[in-house]
């Protein structure tokens, strides 16, 4: 029997930033498109390899937590970058939360 549900990516062009979790190298990035499973970014020709980092990308709607599963240069206009996303872990979130939410004077979020 075939499978009926699909989960497909559609186009979803921003600007973003893509940080290594354990380096906290900075990029800036633009996505191509994006599922709930992950999404395709372009980086410029002379990004680092990535392939299998943790990452968090922030656009200027949502954050996501992934791996780089795919890197492919495209000559010398860049490379595409494919992420699959990832459940934050209670750590990220802390330090997300610690950087994201600040606390009210008496009232912790």
Request: aromatic content about 10%; hydrophobic content about 40%.
């Given at each position: 029997?075939?499978?009926?549900?699909?989960?497909?990516?559609?186009?979803?062009?921003?600007?973003?930033?893509?940080?290594?979790?354990?380096?906290?190298?900075?990029?800036?990035v633009h996505t191509q498109n994006v599922s709930p499973m992950g999404m395709a970014v372009h980086m410029d020709a002379d990004a680092p390899q990535l392939l299998e980092r943790d990452v968090i990308i922030v656009t200027d709607t949502f954050i996501m937590y992934a791996d780089v599963k795919r890197q492919e240069k495209q000559g010398d206009e860049g490379c595409i970058v494919g992420i699959s996303a990832r459940k934050f872990t209670e750590d990220v979130l802390a330090y997300l939360y610690d950087r994201i939410a600040p606390e009210k004077e008496g009232q912790a979020y």
């Open positions: 029997m075939e499978e009926r549900r699909r989960i497909g990516r559609v186009g979803y062009e921003a600007n973003a930033v893509m940080v290594v979790c354990d380096t906290q190298e900075k990029f800036f």
